[in-house]
Structures are given as C-alpha cells and as structure tokens.
C-alpha cells in the first residue's frame, strides 16, 4: 500500500512542478536555517560539558562590599585553593589559573629569534586533576610539579618543533628564564572557557612560592566529593574569610565574600564577570531558537498554503478515489505520503547545503559546527523524526480536508473551500508577520549598533594607536616615548594602564579629609599626557605637569597626590567642579588632592552607566602606549613608528591596535546578533515571498477567465494587480500591525540591556514594512503580468 501511496505522491509531484519546486525550496532553506541555528545554540549549550564529573566542579568568584556598594569579580586570591583542599573536607581538589594576557604578552623564543605570545597562563599542578584535558605527551600526574615547567597545546608543539614528539623534553625561553617542556596537551576544544597555547608551572610565580590573600588576580576552581552538599560547604565559606580577611576587612571598612558558579554556567552565565574567553548572553539562545521555530514554520506553512489552495484542482481525484472504495484513512495516508516525500526531499538537500555552507556559518556564528552530529546515529534518527514530524505537520491539514470531501460535490466540481481560504489567510498574515518581525529587530539593532559608533564617548578613539609593552620595558618606555615625538609620526603620547574603551581597575575612597563617604572607583594609572592625548574635557582646575608626583612616589612620602576625578565621582562626593579643586580624600589609604576635574567619558561597554573615576600618575603600573598620530595616512605614520620601536627594542615585536577598531570588537556579539537578524529576516521574507508567488500564480490561473473578460471590457494592467491583490494586501496590513506590535517590545526588551541607548524612532518600522510590502507587490505585478499578457481569444475558449 505504502508503495503505492509512494509512487503516485512522485507522480503529483511531478505533475505540479512549480508548486513543487516552491514547497522543496521553502522547505530546504527553512531546514537548513533550523538544523544550523540548532547546532550553534548545541555548541553553546555544550560549554564545559566534557570534563569528567562535571557537575562537581565550581568556580569561585569573590564578592567586595565598600560604602554599601557591591562588587562582583571573576578572579581570587592565590590563598584561596590551598586553604580549600586542606581545611575543607567537601573538596576533592582544585586548581588555579593565573591569566598572564590580563597584564602582558610573553616573549617566547626556541632558538630563531623571540615571537610575542598572549595565551600564556600558570596553573597549578592540580590542573589535570579537575580538567581531564588529554594529554598527548609525558606523565600526566608529573607535568607541571616543579618551578620552570611548561606544557604546550599541540598546535603550539607543531608550530615550534614540528611534531609533538619532538616538543617534550625540549626548552623554550620565556621572557629570558628557561622553561622545561614537561608535556604537550589536545588544543583546547572551542567549547571550553579556557583557551592557552602555554601553560607554565605556578609554582615559578612568586604567589606560588608564597601565596597570599592579596591580590585577587586568580581564577579558582573546586572539585567537591561525591557525597558533598554544596550548601554546606557554601555555608563555611564565612567562617574561612573570618579567619583570614576578618581583621584585614574591619581596618579598611569592607566586606568580602566567596561564591560558587558550576564551571558548565561560565560560558552563558554573569557576562560582568572576567573570564578567559567571552561568554555568550544566554536570552541570545533563546531568541536564535525561537527564529528556528519560526523559518520551520514558515516553510511547513507554505505547504499548507499551497496544498489547501489546490484543494479544488484535486476534487475529482478525490472523487474519483472514494468511488473506487477508498476510504478516509487511505486518502489521508496519501496525501501525508506527498508531504513525507517532499520533506525527505527537503531533508537530504538540506544536509547537502549545510555541508557545502558550514564555513560561511562559521563566519558568522564564529563558532565551528559539528556536522557530525547530524550524521551521528543519534544524529539520523532525529532528522528522521523530524521529516515525519514535518512532513505530517505540513500535510495534516491538507489532508484531513481533501480526504474528507464528499463523491458527488467532488466529482461534480462543486466544493466550497471556504474553510481552507480561511486557513490560509490566517497563515499568510503569520508569515508576513514573522518576516517583518525578524526585519524589524534587525533594524532595531542595526541602530543601536550605530548609535554606539556615532555616540560621543567623551574622548577621542580615532587615529589613536595602542602598543602594549612588557613590564621589563618600564625604565627604558620614556625613551621609546621621546624618539616616537621626535620623528613626528606622533603628535602626543601617554602611557596608561588600559585603553580607555575599558578601564578594570577598581579601589575605594574612604571617608578622610574633605570627603564622608565610602564608595567604589575606577582607577585609571596614566602619566602626565594622558588627557591631551585622548582629548578629554577639562571642567575646572588643571591637567596634570611633569612636576606632579606618582602615586608610588606619595605612598612612600608625606606628599599628597594629585588626582583628577570625573562628574560621577562628584556627584557621590557631592561638590561641583569648581568646589572640588583642592579638596582632599582619602584614595586607597592616602590622601589625594584633586587638582582636576574632567567630563564625564566612557570607559566601559555602554552597557553600563558612567561611574566614579579617579585618573592618577603612576606609569609603574601602565602597560600600553597610546600614540595620538597626526592626520593623514596612517600607513606612513605606523612605519615610522615601527622604526623607532625595532631601533630602541628590536627584541620585541612591534604589535598595534587601534583603539577605534578595539571598541568596535568590544560589540562584536551585538554585531554577530544583527548579522544572524539580517541573514534570517532575509531568509524569512524570502520563503514567505516564495509562498506569496505560489499563492498569487493559483489565485492567477484560477481567474484567467476572468481577466480575459476584463480584459477584453477594457481592464489596464494596473486594474488586474489591484483584483488580485487587494485581498493579500489586507492579510499585509493585519501583519504589518502584528509585526509593529512585536518590533515595539523587542526594541524596549532589547534595548533595556543598554544603559546608553538609541533613540528608535518610525523609521525602523517602516522601513520593515515597506519592504515587505514593495517586495509583495513585484510578487503580485510580475504574476498579474504574465496573465495579463495571454491572448483572450485562447483563454476564453470553452472547456
């Protein structure tokens, strides 16, 4: 029977190959969006998944309250794991991670010269302990005991030795010390939140030797017990930072806290927190799932569209059947049998695709699709529940519809279809719904990302160059400094801590002198040029002068230092600018005396609001050159400095960035999001345009007569497109308000991410719908052409 119900599914298929072809297309491109978009969200989703016991390990991130202001950080005190694994039962193990990229490159060299490196960390030797990395060469429990030890990723052994046989037992020098290659380990898989090509012994820090409870500069990770209860071993963690920080948090008026984070909740967790590699904001999966469902649904309403708007062409088969003793079952098995096969159809050009396009989605997505996955045995048997699933959902209603109309109505070609209308105008205004939806939060992004670009940050991003340097380079950076002024390619240059798109530091002003309150600061650690360079604004008082003193010098003196505060720390201190000039506070345990008073800039995400900010001289914690080139071409400008930077340094590789393209990258997943908008509102308006073409061609041929007649009485063109499309353009207009309504909230819930955001005016909208609707009427005009164009004298013959 099935066999049957096969063979002559192909047949009609066939028969109707422009029906056929829209529903394959339709069909394909909405599986090849859902099968794509669900790989990603599978590959976020699988974040740290693969670590045996998984579920045990936690990382520990440390909470400060100052002033009644609370602060949550990524990173602990090098204290920290040891005092767990030895004073707490419920911990099997853990391990600590120390970042060295957050503060420097490393200078690697194997014997051809140095190459300048950033994925460099320590770890402790309890590192493969927690995280079961493979390891591809040397004993895995005696990697990394000793000071001077490394192991590298096996792309790295390659890169430097050639094979990862040839890497152990070898040495590599780091920044002058040698390090014995102890081991090489698997490439840290995409899905991991760490990411190194080096991985050094942290037993050769100084925190390792002597780990202390100060600085928080660690990321730290448990493993508990089996039997542990993660309540009780949250609930001792007070006890612990009494014993230890208890003294130190009642002299200086703070409290700190300890909290866990299950290391698979990193990736898609608390996006404030500082963590190796970026995470991804968890309601994006949501929102990429749901356009799944949506470009699914389109595609599978096409179907139904179509197959309710052949209803008639199909009347006397059906007619014809039940004569013959078909039954309702059998009827309904044939036509889901046509659904079937062309969802299978569907299925199998749509794995074609993807395998031809997965490079072009991992460009966009930015993240590797595992293909395998969908050619697994799970895999294939998911995609065969999908083409049943589908493939009834697209032919269920159609079915239930023709199986059950009358013989005599049927044969006699006289069955109402009015229900079946009544479907597909509901559908056709959901479509169009979906696709000006879709286009409307691409807009709606697209402006906020512009408005980001266009915003005044308060200091100047252009032309400005970043050159990071070691902290070896800091006595010999002034002279770098002076040789760059000297030859022209820089009209000013300052050293500074960070770029200024994202200042991290953070201290605390305490009540002392002129001030009464507690609160937390950004600090930003600069020289003398800073404010020329970046060009910030100056409210009152002065900028700083070659006389000032650093902060390291006043920590050791009885000199206050000078200090430059922004609008925001005014606003908690309570002074205006002018008052604020000469005012004293107390700055990280010293007094400081504010000699300046600058405007509010933005130095971070523009997620955040603007907070508090002090700017001090201290160039001995600056790691980065912000050069200030003159206008014209930067090509020219960037050579030159390059020069002065191999004459003065030539052991160090001259590595650039430009600021403005930096805190463009600072937004690269709201870009990512308005490109994945883009791509599928496109992909939306293209299946519901494909649908719209079917539609309007049936509607067309069914009332050929009728515009032969109109024709013939003296009907233009633009009278027939006004005939067929007055009904579809008020499906349009219902969508259009629909779609409106939708674009309304997704802009105020989007948007509320932004504590800076753009004004979203009309314009977004309608451009939305007017494309939508502009790209309708081509549909209907170029199919309201082509029957216009048959000769009357043919079409009006009888049947």
């Known amino acids: ?18 029906y ?12 090849v969006s859902f099968f794509s978009i669900t790989l990603y969200i599978h590959h976020e989703w699988s974040y740290d998944r693969m670590y045996t016991d998984a579920d045990r390990i936690y990382k520990i991130n440390q909470e400060f309250v100052s002033g009644g202001e609370m602060q949550l950080v990524g990173t602990t005190p090098a204290s920290l794991v040891p005092t767990l694994i030895g004073e707490f039962p419920e911990v099997e193990t853990g391990t600590l991670v120390f970042d060295l990229s957050i503060f420097s490159s490393v ?3 194997a014997g051809q010269g140095n190459q300048e490196e950033s994925r460099f960390a320590f770890v402790d030797e309890n590192f493969y302990e927690v995280f079961d990395f493979e390891i591809l060469a040397g004993q895995k429990g005696a990697l990394l005991n000793e000071p001077n030890q490394l192991v590298l990723t096996e792309s790295t052994a390659k890169r430097y030795f050639g094979s990862v046989q040839n890497a152990e037992g070898k040495s590599l020098k780091i920044d002058g010390s040698d390090y014995l290659i102890t081991g090489v380990m698997e490439d840290f898989p995409s899905n991991s939140h760490l990411d190194f090509d080096f991985l050094a012994s942290f037993k050769t820090h100084r925190h390792g030797k002597n780990p202390e409870w100060s600085p928080s500069n660690y990321y730290s990770y448990a493993k508990l017990r089996k039997d542990a209860d993660l309540s009780q071993f949250e609930a001792k963690l007070p006890q612990m930072v009494e014993k230890y920080l208890g003294e130190e948090q009642r002299e200086y008026g703070f409290q700190t806290s300890f909290q866990t984070q299950p290391v698979t909740q990193i990736h898609l967790g608390d996006q404030t927190l500082s963590t190796v590699k970026p995470g991804t904001d968890i309601k994006y999966l949501y929102i990429f799932g749901v356009v799944a469902i949506l ?16 209803a008639t062409e199909r009347n006397k088969e059906v007619g014809l059947r039940k004569v013959m003793g078909a039954d309702r079952g059998q009827l309904f098995g044939q036509f889901v049998s046509e659904s079937m096969l062309l969802t299978f159809g569907a299925a199998v050009l749509s794995l074609f695709t993807i395998y031809l396009l997965a490079p072009q989605f991992v460009k966009l997505g930015e993240v590797p699709l595992n293909l395998a996955l969908l050619f697994s045995f799970e895999g294939l048997l998911i995609l065969a529940g999908m083409v049943v699933v589908v493939g009834i959902l697209s032919g269920l209603y159609p079915s239930i519809f023709l199986s059950g109309l009358e013989p005599i109505k049927a044969l006699g070609n006289k069955v109402k279809i009015g229900g079946g209308a009544w479907v597909r105008k509901s559908l056709v205004v959901f479509q169009f719904f979906v696709s000006m939806g879709l286009l409307i939060c691409t807009f709606v992004v697209k402006s906020q990302l512009d408005f980001m670009q266009e915003v005044n ?33 820089a009209e000013s240059i300052a050293l500074a801590s960070d770029m200024p798109i994202h200042v991290k530091a953070s201290y605390s002003i305490f009540p002392g002198g002129d001030n009464q309150k507690e609160f937390m600061i950004t600090g930003y650690s600069v020289d003398n040029d800073l404010v020329n360079t970046i060009g910030l604004e100056i409210l009152a008082g002065e900028n700083f002068t070659e006389t000032d003193i650093s902060r390291s010098y006043a920590n050791d003196s009885t000199l206050q230092l000078p200090i430059i505060l922004n609008e925001s720390a005014l606003q908690r201190l309570g002074w205006s600018p002018e008052e604020a000039i000469g005012k004293r506070v107390d700055f990280g345990g010293g007094l400081a005396n504010v000699k300046g008073v600058v405007k509010n800039f933005h130095f971070n995400s523009l997620h955040h609001q603007i907070s508090p900010m002090v700017i001090f001289i201290d160039p001995d914690q600056a790691n980065v050159l912000l050069v200030k080139m003159p206008a014209g071409n930067p090509a020219v400008h960037l050579a030159s400095l390059e020069a002065s930077w191999k004459s003065l340094v030539p052991d160090r590789p001259f590595n650039y960035k430009f600021v403005d393209q930096e805190y463009a990258q600072m ?19 293209f299946i519901a345009g494909m649908g719209l073409f079917g539609l309007v061609s049936y509607v067309a041929l069914r009332r050929t007569r009728e515009i032969s007649i109109r024709k013939v ?3 233009t063109q633009g009278d027939v497109i006004s005939v067929l499309s007055s009904d579809f353009f008020k499906l349009l207009a219902i969508s259009a308000v629909l779609a409106v309504s939708f674009g309304i909230w997704f802009s105020s819930s989007w948007l509320s991410a932004f504590a800076n955001k753009a004004s979203i005016g009309i314009w977004p909208y309608l451009y939305a719908v007017l494309i939508v609707l502009l790209l309708a009427l081509i549909t209907i005009g170029y199919r309201s052409w082509k029957v216009f164009s048959l000769n009357p004298s043919k079409t009006l013959k009888s049947d």
């Open 667 to 685: 937004y690269r997943s709201e870009q990512r999001v308005g490109e994945i908008f883009g791509l599928f509102s496109g992909i939306a308006i």
């Open 1 to 18: 029977m099935w066999k049957n119900y096969l063979k002559v599914s192909f047949r009609n298929l066939k028969k109707r190959k422009l």
């Open 295 to 310: 470009l699914l649904a389109i595609g599978i309403i096409n179907y139904v569209n179509l197959a309710t708007a052949e």
């Open 107 to 109: 200078l690697v060299d």
């Open 20 to 31: 056929t072809g829209i529903n394959l297309l339709g069909l394909t491109i909405a599986l």
């Open 457 to 489: 940050l308060g200091y100047q991003k252009e032309q400005i160059v970043a050159l990071p340097y070691h902290y070896n380079m800091r006595n010999s950076i002034g002279t770098v400094k002076q040789e760059m002024l000297r030859t022209g390619a």
């Open 713 to 715: 009485l003296g009907a």
